[in-house]
Nanobody
Framework: QVQLVESGGGLVQAGGSLRLSCAAS????????MGWYRQNPGNQRELVAA??????NYADSVKGRFTISRDAAKNTLYLQMNSLKPEDTAVYYC??????????WGQGTQVTVSS
C-alpha cells in the first residue's frame, strides 16, 4: 500500500505562483512513476506532469510554466506552478504508479486562479 498526501493548493491571482507537495509513504519503490493530474467537474482527469527517474513529461498547456521535481530522501513530489492562469483552476491529484501499472491517488488539493 502507498499513501499520498497533497498540500499547497489555494487561491491565487492570475500570474501568481503556487507550489504543491505530495508526501508519499508506505511501500515506495525506487523505480516508479509519479506525477500530477488535474480535474474539473464533468471533465476527465488529465495529466499535468510526470517523472520517472530523471525523465519528465509535461502537458503542452503547462510547459514552460510548471516544474515537477522530487526529493527522494523525503519521498516527496513537488509541482512548482508559475504564471498561473484561470484555466489552471482544478483539483490537483498526486499519482504513484507501480511497475505493475497499479495507480495510487492522493485526496486532491484545490487550486483556484482568479482573473
Amino acid at each position: 500500500q502507498v499513501q499520498l498526501v497533497e498540500s499547497g493548493g489555494g487561491l491565487v491571482q492570475a500570474g501568481g505562483s503556487l507550489r504543491l507537495s505530495c508526501a508519499a509513504s508506505g511501500n515506495i519503490f525506487r523505480i516508479n512513476v509519479m506525477g500530477w493530474y488535474r480535474q474539473n467537474p464533468g471533465n476527465q482527469r488529465e495529466l499535468v506532469a510526470a517523472m520517472s527517474g530523471g525523465s519528465t513529461n509535461y502537458a503542452d498547456s503547462v510547459k514552460g510554466r510548471f516544474t515537477i521535481s522530487r526529493d527522494a530522501a523525503k519521498n516527496t513530489l513537488y509541482l512548482q506552478m508559475n504564471s498561473l492562469k484561470p484555466e489552471d483552476t482544478a483539483v490537483y491529484y498526486c499519482n504513484y504508479r507501480t511497475l505493475f501499472g497499479h495507480d495510487y491517488w492522493g485526496q486532491g488539493t484545490q487550486v483556484t486562479v482568479s482573473s
